[in-house]
């Protein structure tokens, strides 16, 4: 008889503990949706394209590499390519390498939104963009622009603690790499202008970026650009400031290796 009560006693826990649980974790599910409908209300939802495979930068974009994602609404709208707008994007070409998935936003796009007007829309978010004075030979013989990925090399007179400069206290420096440049002078990808005869080349950096280019700018000395490759994603690590001492130094060294690389 006992043996039966304590049989009927863990049935009846065994039931009260999945009844509990069941009502746990309905309860759970109902404070998500009560949340996800809060946020939706809040900041709603929208369909995005999205690259259907990982695409290198300068790829010719097809409808059968374009796929579609929901996503959060904020910060979306009027930056990320939506469905109805596939037909302006198909046969241009990306301006940097995606990942499978990533959402397609207009600043991707070589060209930009062609029913936005200025710069702003082309700046990707949380990025920002900064002009600098650099024309000629720095920006190599005025052919850098818009779209292109460059580096950005800084020649300094630094000052002594007394304020004093001594001849020959010249440093060069890489202060960026890789940084893609949205206009020279008043030419952008979607504005289209005479690529020669410009004096400042705007630059999409990072908030704590564009403070050091704008620092760099007030200091003695001036900033050349380097073109790169646009397929080309190397990060240098590890490049010291060069001054005479440093020339001195390494430049058999550099010239042994490059002649090692052309194979002679």
């Known amino acids: 008889m006992s043996k039966n009560i304590i049989l009927v006693v863990s049935l009846m826990s065994g039931i009260a503990a999945a009844f509990l649980a069941r009502f746990y974790i309905g309860e759970r599910e109902r404070a998500l949706n009560r949340d996800r409908e809060d946020f939706n209300r809040r900041y709603g939802e929208v369909d995005v394209l999205c690259f259907k495979n990982d695409t290198p930068a300068g790829t010719g974009l097809a409808k059968s590499d374009l796929g579609v994602k929901t996503v959060p609404a904020m910060g979306m709208r009027g930056q990320a390519v939506t469905e109805e707008n596939v037909d302006d994007i198909i046969g241009r070409k990306t301006v940097l390498g995606h990942a499978r998935g990533d959402v397609v936003f207009w600043s991707d796009i070589e060209g930009g939104n062609p029913g936005e007007r200025g710069l702003s829309g082309d700046i990707k978010r949380q990025m920002r963009a900064i002009s600098i004075n650099c024309s000629g030979a720095a920006s190599v013989s005025g052919i850098v622009k818009a779209n292109d990925h460059v580096d950005v090399i800084g020649t300094f007179t630094f000052p002594q ?42 630059l999409e950096v990072s908030p704590r970026e564009a403070e050091m280019l704008a620092f760099a700018e007030q200091m003695r000395g001036k900033l050349v650009l380097t073109l790169r490759n646009r397929n080309d994603n190397s990060f240098e690590r590890e490049l010291p400031p060069v001054d005479y001492a440093k020339i001195r130094e390494e430049i058999e060294t550099l010239n042994l290796k490059r002649q090692q690389k052309l194979g002679h």
């Open 161 to 202: 603690a007394d304020g004093t400069v001594r001849q020959g206290d010249v440093v060069t420096s890489t202060i960026l790499q890789n940084v893609l440049v949205l206009a020279t002078g008043q030419a952008t990808a979607k504005l289209e202008g005479p690529n020669r005869g410009y004096s400042t080349v705007t």
